[in-house]
T-cell receptor, first 113, second 114 residues
């Protein structure tokens, strides 16, 4: 079964820390992997999309890496701020799943001032 | 304009009501999606429209009826819903249904069925 797992489920850090969120997937045959942010009761905001041929993508303080062979991706957040507090979702587009995104359960991040 | 809009933001309905959710995008995207999200769970795909035609129906009960009147607009018609259908309903779009495309999500409609 094609699944996506995110660890940890919740994370609380003081402001200014660098942190890493983890995502693992069960099948290396993927088209791409996407990281989203979701604020409580809101829609999803796309942060970074990594195609299967890429190793990493960067946007501002965010850096996402992809290791297809080991079935892992990490989202690195530098110099965290209270405004980064949200749930971060990892979603994988498996080659055998057509248009479907397979989501992880998310990591709920709290950055304390 | 990279925005997907959804109306209404909130909806409360009884089990005998008929209501509709609306989603709109003006990015020229030709793939549109409906997702359902329960509290503290990831979104679950319901329907995919590709070039205004229904391409995926994830075995959704018939009390949910999608409609794509044109390339910018996606509706979800609701009838005889159950309390367990209460959730956040998210619409998304992508340039094409192709594999490499980013999906852009709207803010969602929070639905409560009494």
């Amino acid at each position: 079964k094609q699944e996506v797992t995110q660890i940890p489920a919740a994370l609380s850090v003081p402001e200014g820390e660098n942190l890493v969120l983890n995502c693992s997937f069960t099948d290396s045959a993927i088209y791409n992997l996407q990281w989203f942010r979701q604020d409580p009761g809101k829609g999803l905001t796309s942060l970074l999309l990594i195609q299967s041929s890429q190793r990493e993508q960067t946007s501002g303080r965010l850096n996402a890496s992809l290791d297809k062979s080991s079935g892992r991706s990490t989202l690195y957040i530098a110099a965290s701020q209270p405004g980064d507090s949200a749930t971060y979702l990892c979603a994988v587009r498996y080659e055998t799943s057509g248009s479907r995104l397979t989501f992880g359960e998310g990591t709920q991040l709290t950055v304390n001032p | 304009d990279t925005e997907v809009t959804q109306t209404p933001k909130h909806l409360v309905m009884g089990m005998t009501n008929k209501k509709s959710l609306k989603c709109e995008q003006h990015m020229g995207h030709r793939a549109m999606y409906w997702y359902k999200q329960k509290a503290k769970k990831p979104p679950e795909l319901m329907f995919v429209y590709s070039y205004e035609k229904l391409s995926i129906n994830e075995s959704v009960p018939s009390r949910f009826s999608p409609e794509c009147p044109n390339s910018s607009l996606l509706n979800l018609h609701l009838h005889a819903l159950q309390p367990e259908d209460s959730a956040l309903y998210l619409c998304a779009s992508s340039h094409t249904p192709g594999a490499g495309e980013t999906q852009y999500f709207g803010p969602g409609t929070r639905l409560l069925v009494l």
